[in-house]
């Protein structure tokens, strides 16, 4: 990836490297897009372009024949629309659970038995009870791409990616614009949400510069769904917040998949946090292996972060979660930064000053 935040003088790949660093300074931690990313963009008029269909095709295609790609897939709508767009050399896969791993990751079989039933070229990476004792290890947060705290550390598997030369781009199915509307104007926000495989050369396939055109028609797709169906919502437009199947059709997804076992909405994140169903089917396995001093490592992990992290300038938030046999868990989450605000016109995007955000 392009992006980095800097503070001060310094910089970093990972997000909480810098809340660190801004915790001690008292610095804010920047997100920075750089300029010809944000560019890229520019000068493209949405009515000129084709179909979604057509452009991921298009894309898919581009990216294989000029790069050597290993293709993140879920089964999830996003990633499935992409499985068949083209020949991907590999497909990548993780899996968390401990005991019953059709239970835990029940929303991830129907991707799983899809690649197996192709005989598509894979890597499954199960998330084992070594991977777990990465809990204790005060430095974590710091160094692997996409830490987060939820109790299953499946982003060890990031980390081993990012530092492989294996191949030359990870696709990720990352992911529906954030568009922003204040009044009658609506506008398309850069920000870090998507933070698996910092560091490593990824592509989020949807919204990045690869193929920008794809992106910006995504972008608009966005917007005039949102002005047809929901005209009166302003602020933040999330996508979860919506007829989910009814926008993601209109964004040229393939939604001739299974449903998934459980409608994943913007207020089931703010009430779990990450204590969604997957981590508490996880907790339970690991007390069934009588492994509750990893449970303990995981909150103890959690504690030393909010120390660290707690004082940098907009860093983190924090949750509290009452967890039987545990007491209540402080659950910290970085706070997302905007590197680029783009406002929407009808035949092209312009580029704005992010640090302008507050004006919105």
């Not at 024949?65 to 068949?84: A, E, K, M, P």
């Not at 987060?148 to 980390?159: N, R």
């Not at 490593?200 to 972008?219: G, M, S, T, W």
């Amino acid at each position: 990836m392009k992006q980095y935040y800097q503070v001060g003088s310094k910089t970093f790949a990972q997000p909480y490297a810098a809340l660190r660093e801004s915790s001690r300074t008292g610095l804010f931690a920047e997100y920075v897009v750089p300029e010809d990313y944000k560019n890229s963009f520019l000068n493209i008029n949405p009515d000129k372009l084709p179909s979604n269909h057509k452009l991921i095709k298009a894309k898919a295609e581009y990216l294989n024949t000029n790069y050597h790609c290993r293709f993140h897939y879920s089964g999830g709508i996003d990633s499935h629309t992409l499985i068949n767009q083209t020949a991907w050399p590999m497909h990548y896969m993780y899996l968390r659970g401990l005991i019953d791993v059709r239970h835990v990751d029940e929303e991830y079989m129907f991707g799983f038995d899809y690649l197996q039933e192709h005989n598509l070229p894979q890597q499954i990476r199960y998330i084992t009870l070594e991977d777990y004792e990465i809990w204790k290890d005060p430095e974590a947060p710091y160094i692997h791409a996409g830490w987060y705290y939820g109790v299953s550390p499946s982003w060890v598997s990031c980390y081993a990616l990012s530092q492989s030369a294996e191949y030359e781009l990870e696709v990720t199915g990352f992911e529906k614009p954030l568009l922003y509307k204040k009044d009658d104007n609506y506008y398309w926000l850069l920000n870090d949400g998507p933070d698996v495989l910092s560091g490593a050369n990824r592509c989020d396939f949807f919204i990045d510069d690869y193929y920008p055109e794809l992106a910006v028609k995504q972008v608009y797709s966005f917007r005039d769904y949102f002005v047809k169906v929901y005209p009166d919502l302003q602020g933040f437009l999330y996508w979860k917040e919506t007829d989910q199947l009814d926008l993601l059709v209109n964004m040229g997804r393939n939604i001739d998949r299974p449903a998934q076992p459980y409608t994943k909405r913007i207020e089931d994140w703010w009430d779990e946090h990450h204590l969604n169903y997957k981590h508490k089917r996880t907790i339970d396995e690991l007390e069934t292996l009588g492994r509750q001093d990893i449970i303990k490592d995981w909150i103890t992990a959690g504690e030393r972060l909010i120390t660290e992290c707690g004082a940098a300038p907009h860093g983190i938030r924090i949750t509290e979660k009452k967890l039987d046999g545990y007491g209540t868990v402080r659950m910290p989450q970085r706070i997302n930064r905007i590197g680029a605000i783009f406002k929407i016109h009808a035949a092209e995007l312009e580029l704005l000053d992010h640090k302008d955000i507050a004006k919105l």
